[in-house]
């Protein structure tokens, strides 16, 4: 039994450094960022600020190619509008925000409040697909430290945006390591760094059933990551049970591999 398993495991092996990552991660959603707008006029160069940190923490995860609109040339002002003729460029969502309150307070030190609402459209229909709003507050020695340390504590709340909305999608590539009844306890999913998966990040994975003839994704367990092995495949722990794992690799099946807390829709095509 120990040689059957250990043979299971070097052939997956060979199979996953010889097979090229699925489509599912090679392409990428395109999302154009819009406008922050501030509802007060004097915060314009803080919703400024915000906007860029939002760039760069979306751009840094990796799982969307983010297109500044500003580098789109002239756009209709109408917000209906300019929706519209993003979505004609080819966009599937459009992400914006409202910058709702910026305060300062003064006791032992500076304290810098920030509450600002996201908001992401589908560019196809014009409806609002998605909306958060998020408060942060830092303190430091002066209101231009703080300010810096919550765009910098942003970086949070775009993490967690992206996890509802542009989640990491990927399978399961190999079964690393059964127990002695045949479940899988160890897998390798391809999604790594790239996607923005860290080491101890939770992961849900789904097995594509029919009912009544139509496709639903039926969760079969759960993963921790263990390991990053590279910038596209990570090292799972199963914390939830693997018994299903092994057949449905054996029949050839799809094991999809989505980082936990991703909102359904957003992914189950």
Known sequence: MKMKKNLFTLLSLLCLFCTPVMAETDEKMAVCLDQVTPVVADNAPVAERLRSAVVSYLTSLGRVTVVDSKTLGTLPEAVNERVKTLG????AYVLSGTLD???????????????????LTNARTGEVAYSRSFQ???HAGNSEEAMQKVMEDVRKDI???AND????????????KMDKNEVATEVYVNLGSDQGIAEGQQLDVYQRMYI?????????????????????????????GGRKIKPAMDAEQILRVVNHGAQTRFWNN
Request: charged share 15%; with cysteine; aromatic share 8%.
């Open 88 to 91: 004609q460029k080819g966009f």
């Open 101 to 119: 309150n910026v305060a300062y307070a003064t006791e032992n030190n500076v304290a810098a409040m920030l509450s600002y609402t996201v908001r």
């Open 136 to 138: 942060k507050t830092a």
């Open 159 to 161: 993490t967690a945006l």
């Open 165 to 176: 909305v542009f989640p990491a999608i990927g399978t399961v590539k190999a079964i690393d």
């Open 212 to 240: 009544g003839g139509e496709p639903v994704w039926n969760k079969v367990t759960e993963l921790k990551v263990i390991r990053l092995v590279g910038g596209n495949m990570t090292l799972c722990k199963c914390t939830a």
